[in-house]
């Protein structure tokens, strides 16, 4: 799936992205299947998209939030300033891709982690693979999660 440069400025400006949030209360089992349902119903949009899922409050409170976005650029939608900066209006070809985000205190000294799932026309050709990569990049940050917090508590006593 390919944008054009306005297009994709449109969006973010006017921050009109299909967005979704859901909650769960805490990470023992991250219940990814309702982020794959809506990345489903979602990923053929002409919209960009946004869904996160909010585990102990989101970051903001001191949890986990992981985000499934769709975006031009490698950076979350709501940096719209620094994505005005770098997406060019007049370029005609942009490749949307999809991206994983995960956002926490303990992944990086940012609080926040980005990577490539896959364009969104490699999702549609193939959603099992990408979901597969999806569930393993969200579980190795939740590992890196649970070993610095192991690692601080130990540390405290």
Known sequence: MQITG?????????QDSDT???????????ALDDLFAALDDHIADTNLMHIALTIN????????TLT???NVINLPQR??????KLIWPDKTDY???LYMIIENP?????????????????YVDDPESVKQKISTWFDTQFQVILTQQAADASAED
């Open 106 to 122: 303990e992944v990086s000294q940012s609080q926040l982690k980005i990577a490539l799932a896959s364009s969104v026309a490699a």
């Open 95 to 97: 490749e949307v891709n």
């Open 57 to 64: 409050g989101g970051v903001t409170e001191g949890g986990t």
């Open 79 to 84: 940096y719209t300033n620094q994505l005005n």
């Open 20 to 30: 979704l949030n859901l909650t769960q209360t805490d990470h023992e089992q991250i």
């Open 6 to 14: 306005e297009q994709a400025l449109a969006h973010l400006i006017a």
């Open 68 to 70: 499934l976005e769709t």
